[in-house]
Nanobody
Framework: QVHLVESGGGLVQAGGSLRLSCVASGRAFSFYTVAWFRQVPGEEREFAAAITPTAGSGGTSYQDSVKGRFIISRDNAKNTVYLQMNSLKPEDTAGYYC???????????????WGQGTQVTVAS
């Protein structure tokens, strides 16, 4: 099983950009689907984006509210998945968590492994 650590969060002005990283330790990371979720205290956790082991050809998915602004990618040689966040809005403010599930998975709920999260704050 992999262990996930997120980084890259911080404070940014509306319209700005951040890139989050999710680094995995453990074997066979390239065989996992990896997703980013976000959560505001007191609210439900929300799916943001996911990338399957074979990232090309339909291997990514996005929640509608981030589509066209966020880009998920992976570098299996570095055991890392990235979330490039552009045109950030105050409503993107949340704790961002990466999660992993073995194999190709296009759902938004059944992830087995979670990181500890990184905070993103977008100032208006």
């Amino acid at each position: 099983q992999v262990h996930l650590v997120e980084s890259g969060g911080g404070l940014v002005q509306a319209g700005g950009s951040l890139r989050l990283s999710c680094v995995a330790s453990g074997r066979a990371f390239s065989f996992y689907t990896v997703a980013w979720f976000r959560q505001v205290p007191g609210e439900e956790r929300e799916f943001a984006a996911a990338i399957t082991p074979t990232a090309g050809s339909g291997g990514t998915s996005y929640q509608d509210s981030v589509k066209g602004r966020f880009i998920i990618s992976r570098d299996n040689a570095k055991n890392t998945v990235y979330l490039q966040m552009n045109s950030l809005k105050p409503e993107d403010t949340a704790g961002y968590y990466c999660a992993a599930k073995w194999g190709r998975y296009l759902g938004t709920t059944e992830y087995d492994v979670w990181g500890q999260g990184t905070q993103v704050t977008v100032a208006s």
